[in-house]
């Protein structure tokens, strides 16, 4: 382990992600599935989550920013790829001839991929969105027979080829909601006006992890996956990780910077919202919200210290927060494990989800660049280097 990471480390288990496509690949058999890998891989790092996607299977990786796409091709990756967020004036043309898969959800849009395809002399590989109820990007559905007669009349002289016809839920993750159907029934619509218009897309997709793991007549041709590859829950709801047979890739752990006795009545941290009951022995984590711990988890986040769940108490600082070991004992340099796929006892993502008032993608997403991720493959041969990581031993 390298310098920086004896403060704190977000260990990426890449065989948890490979084995957690595998076993998504097989709860969508008919469809082909589409690893999500936007904002570095949920905050799991792009390049080497995507290359363990690639390995267990995945055809497509998904991304939302053009940027992110690029850094995929500067990378290596020479797959199928799907960008879907671009305002006026984006890099088309890079993408375009980068062989990335566009999204097109309006005129403009439409106009300039194919204004950039028609300058690099290349066809641009376009997918259409539709708006079916989420009301974010899409098409709305009073424009769509335009934008499908636009597509289609682009095609015919051969400067792009629609590849897709998407969409994207408002409330996959509270099963049964009534949107849910609403927006199927939308999204069939606007594919029979795809269809009417002479598209013959090679993928249709609107389902995200929550609507793979619970509604199979969403899974059309593809599947695009995110929180799921990672082995986080898309909410409650839906269900725990290990009910799909999926495992948490991310351990987030810190080493203890101090422990110490304080007497009773102590104050802790900004603003003394906690006062030690008694005399009692005080760890000091090394992380903070600059690291992307909530804030909101001050007096509830729980963080494994010594054999047991401790709460965090007081506030949480820019760099650092205190865990109350009541009289219990520790030493300086021990680890603190934040979350994980529960080996140790420790709690998962979702646990932080809840103390903190949010979800689980936004837990791991959050973590910052200032915690070194370390990757290990817990399928590779030699586990001992790993091994050392893994349980925070600081080597
Ligand atoms: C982020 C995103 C996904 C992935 O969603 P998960 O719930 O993480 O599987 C799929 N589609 C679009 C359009 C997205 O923005």
């Known amino acids: 382990m390298n310098e920086t990471a004896k403060r704190a480390r977000a260990v990426i288990d890449l065989a948890a992600v490979r084995s957690n496509v595998r076993a998504l690949r097989s709860l969508a058999p008919g469809a082909q599935l589409m690893a999500v890998v936007k904002s570095d891989a949920y905050g799991h790092g792009a390049i080497h989550c995507a290359r363990a996607a690639r390995e267990a299977g995945a055809p497509w990786l998904g991304v939302a920013l053009p940027e992110e796409a690029l850094a995929l091709r500067a990378a290596g990756d020479t797959g199928r790829l799907l960008c879907w967020l671009w305002t006026p004036g984006g890099p088309w043309g890079e993408a375009i ?52 007669a636009a597509a289609r009349a682009a095609e015919a002289e051969g400067v792009l080829a629609v590849t897709g016809v998407w969409s994207h839920f408002a409330c996959a993750d509270e099963p049964g909601h009534p949107s849910i159907a609403a927006q199927l029934a939308e999204f069939r619509r606007a594919l029979a006006v795809a269809e009417a218009a002479g598209l013959r897309p090679e993928v249709r997709h609107i389902a995200n992890t929550p609507a793979l793991l619970t509604l199979p007549e969403a899974h059309f041709d593809l599947v695009r996956t995110g929180i799921g590859i990672y082995g986080v829950s898309p909410s409650p709801e839906v269900g725990a990780p290990e009910d799909f047979g999926l495992r948490q890739a991310m351990t987030l752990q810190a080493s203890l910077a101090s422990v110490k006795r304080v007497p009773g009545g102590h104050g802790v941290s900004y603003g003394h919202h906690y006062t030690t009951p008694g005399e009692t022995t005080l760890a000091l984590v090394p992380l903070g919200y600059a690291d992307g711990i909530p804030r909101h988890a001050s007096g509830t986040g729980p963080v494994l210290v010594a054999g047991k769940w401790r709460t965090i108490v007081g506030r949480v600082a820019m760099d650092q927060f205190v865990v109350d070991l009541g009289g219990d004992h520790a030493e300086a340099g021990e680890p603190a494990v934040l979350f994980g796929p529960g080996d140790q006892g420790e709690p998962s993502a979702e646990d932080w989800a809840r103390a903190a008032g949010t979800i689980g993608y936004e837990i791991v997403t959050r973590i910052g660049k200032r915690v070194p991720r370390v990757y290990v493959d817990s399928e590779a041969p030699d586990r001992s280097a790993q091994d050392a990581a893994l349980t925070g031993g600081v080597a």
């Open 97 to 148: 001839e980068q062989d990335v898969d566009v999204s097109v959800s309006g005129m403009w849009a439409l106009r300039e991929a194919v204004a950039a395809a028609r300058d690099r002399d290349r066809v641009a590989r376009v997918q259409l969105k539709i708006d079916t109820g989420l009301g974010r990007n899409g098409c709305p559905p009073a424009d769509w027979t335009e934008l499908t």
